[in-house]
């Protein structure tokens, strides 16, 4: 704890700029996460802070905490006497990992209190109110501007209504190891990814990399067409091959591509295929979705042939190959009923229920097996709200399909590595300000490129150019 509590006093000070005269008010529950709170204000209070605990349970406020506050001239005050109108800094100590439902009315109104108020507002760990496993937010919750956390990120602070209570997120090592890794939620590094991106070999051919093929556009919306094949193509397997009515544009954008305007049986030999962005609902649409999902090919599922699905959830249900849905939340909710506060659960329940991978888009990315092992992702940026930006998330996805074919890497795997992807090729579009959809095509190579030069656990880079 002493190591939570210096790393939260140091993140404090350097947000504050200094201690000597900061007013800085603890709000403390009656668990470890007020002790982390109170040691790190009595360190504050050490460098020349005024400061204040409000004790929420004063009979159970962790007593070396309270201890340490006392001994170093902090003072505690009642609930009515917080000092929240006048407060520089606010520390959120109520509740941390060990919460339970929706804060409690004493709690809730300081939080309240604390939002109106002009203090810095900086949880400990958590902010108090979010679910730490799920993000969800029943009732109120802390608004963090910032969150001091420890150890490793909670799915809590990255996902759902938690993501946008969190603020900013400063982590402290405290050595408890990564325990997110054994946990049945996980996040990838930019190293795991890299570890998952098969580079080709001297010994590579174009069609020994996994060939994906795209069924999306037509004549209506042949820029999905584009978006997704040219994200396929620059996600680098061997080949692609496309097969439907945005043939011309296709071919147009893409002379690499080997085009048909044929349906998916004329293509010629794959190992994974995208069908849906931008393909219509008609019936001539339907029975290419019934040809691709007949195939004993993985088959990532996306857009109006999510829709389509909605109809008739059986065709995947039937199918062994591996199958990713990637619905967002309206299309999720045509599939499998409302997403609701719990989007891991809503995840979870979907693909277990069709016997699928689904990745749930969103401003967090989440994708669950049917198993129930779920990853949620952390990478990404606000630009990415733009139109065609799933269509290349498919085309990345499938490319990274048809590699999984002939490395064995799970659907699942492939599926939030693709999202790790398309978020940091995201953010690195978003440098300069907007972005659009074929940006983050064009930078796919120099995502990559940046993913393998990312630091691996050992600090050396995590993957080293083609293997030789
Ligand atoms: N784990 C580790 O390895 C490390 C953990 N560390 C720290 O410990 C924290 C976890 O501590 P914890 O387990 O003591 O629980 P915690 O979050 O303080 O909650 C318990 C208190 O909350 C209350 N309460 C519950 N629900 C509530 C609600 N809805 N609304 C209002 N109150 C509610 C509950 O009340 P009760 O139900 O008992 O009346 C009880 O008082 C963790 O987040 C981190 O800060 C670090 O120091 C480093 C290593
Ligand atoms: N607020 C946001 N923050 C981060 N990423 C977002 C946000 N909104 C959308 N995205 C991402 O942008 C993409 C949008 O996909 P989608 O809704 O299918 O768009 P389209 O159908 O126009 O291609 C998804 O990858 C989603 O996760
Ligand atoms: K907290």
């Not at 008010?25 to 996460?33: Q, R």
């Not at 109809?311 to 939340?329: E, I, N, S, Y």
Request: hydrophobic share 45%; charged share 20%; glycine share 14%.
């Amino acid at each position: 704890m002493q190591r939570a509590a210096t790393g939260l006093a140091t993140h404090c000070l350097a947000l504050a700029g200094r201690a000597h005269g900061l007013r800085v008010t603890l709000l403390v529950g009656a668990g470890d996460n007020g002790g982390d709170a109170l040691l790190a204000g009595a360190l504050l209070a050490r460098r020349g802070a005024r400061v204040t605990a409000v004790l929420l349970a004063p009979d159970r406020a962790h007593p070396g905490g309270l201890a340490a506050l006392r001994g170093a001239g902090g003072r505690l005050a009642d609930l009515a006497d917080a000092g929240l109108d006048r407060a520089d800094l606010v520390l959120d100590g109520i509740v941390g990992i060990g919460g339970r439902g929706g804060l409690r009315p004493a709690a809730a109104e300081l939080a309240r209190a604390a939002a109106a108020g002009p203090g810095l507002l900086v949880a400990v760990d958590l902010p108090s109110g979010v679910d730490a496993d799920t993000g969800a937010v029943d009732g109120e919750a802390f608004a963090a501007q910032h969150t001091v956390t420890f150890g490793t990120r909670t799915p809590g602070l990255v996902v759902g209504a938690g993501r946008r209570h969190t603020g900013r997120l400063h982590l402290v090592d405290i050595g408890l190891g990564p325990h997110l890794a054994a946990a049945a939620t996980r996040q990838l590094t930019d190293a795991d990814a890299a570890d998952r991106i098969e580079a080709p070999s001297a010994a590579s051919d174009k069609y020994t990399q996994g060939v994906v093929g795209i069924v999306a556009g037509s004549a209506t919306y042949p820029g999905a067409g584009v978006l997704c094949t040219g994200a396929a193509l620059h996600t680098r397997p061997g080949l692609v091959r496309y097969a439907g009515t945005a043939a011309d544009g296709v071919r147009a954008a893409w002379p690499e591509a080997i085009v048909t305007a044929g349906r998916p049986g004329d293509a010629g030999r794959v190992q994974s295929w995208v069908v849906g962005p931008g393909v219509g609902t008609d019936d001539e649409a339907r029975s290419v979705l019934a040809e691709v999902l007949d195939t004993d090919l993985p088959v990532v599922v996306d857009a109006d042939a999510l829709t389509m699905l909605a109809d008739d959830p059986d065709l995947v249900r039937a199918r062994t190959a591996p199958t990713v849905l990637t619905p967002h939340d309206r299309e999720f909710a045509r599939i499998a009923g409302d997403v609701g506060p719990d989007r891991l659960a809503a995840a979870r329940r979907a693909a277990a229920d069709l016997g699928c991978t689904v990745l749930l888009k969103g401003s967090a990315t989440v994708v669950a097996d049917a198993d129930g092992s779920a990853f949620v992702n952390g990478t990404g940026t606000p630009y990415l709200a733009t139109a065609g930006t799933g269509d290349v998330l498919a085309g990345v996805l499938g490319a990274l399909l048809a590699s999984a074919a002939v490395t064995g890497l799970p659907a699942v795997e492939a599926a939030a590595v693709a999202a790790h992807v398309h978020g940091r090729a995201g953010e690195l579009a978003a440098a300069r300000g907007p972005l659009l959809a074929g940006d983050l095509v064009r930078l796919l190579p120099e995502t990559l490129h940046r993913l393998r030069e990312a630091p691996g656990p050992h600090g050396v880079p995590a993957a080293r150019g083609p293997a030789q």
